[in-house]
């Protein structure tokens, strides 16, 4: 995946609204109207943030009749996927590794010192 086509799949999916909207069309495929019925936006507010949903390729467009169905595509997200899941698996390793770093130290050095106990200081007497 291209790091253009990963910002505008992370800047696609970084507004609610577009989240919500995803996920109306894991359902399947939906209008317009459809799509906007659960939000207090207009129409053509609904259609900017569709529009950016194309332009990730997350949702396809497609003419049905009259009538224009937005359709989810699931591979740009699958690819995201696939980008994060890499640094995953690199700092479940390095985090694996600490583990067994702190296992094995001897037990003097892993046990954290003991906190040093506030003892009060005693009163200077004044010298004239």
């Given amino acids: ?33 459809e799509l906007a019925a659960p939000f207090d936006l207009s129409l053509p507010t609904v259609s900017r943030h569709i529009n950016v949903l194309e332009e990730a390729k997350l949702v396809v467009r497609e003419r049905d009749a009259q009538w224009r169905r937005c359709h989810f595509q699931r591979e740009p997200l699958m690819e995201a996927a696939e980008w994060i899941g890499r640094y995953v698996a690199f700092w479940d390793g390095r985090l694996d590794a600490l583990a067994r770093l702190v296992e094995n130290l001897p037990a003097e050095q892993a046990a954290p010192a003991a906190p040093k106990k506030n003892t009060p200081r005693k009163p200077r007497k004044e010298s004239r």
């Avoid at 999916?13 to 109306?24: E, G, H, K, S, V």
Wanted: charged content about 20%.
């Fill in 1 to 33: 995946m291209s790091p253009d086509s990963l910002n505008a799949v992370f800047s696609a999916l970084a507004d609610p609204t577009r989240r919500a909207i995803l996920a109306r069309l894991t359902q399947g495929d939906a209008s317009v109207g």
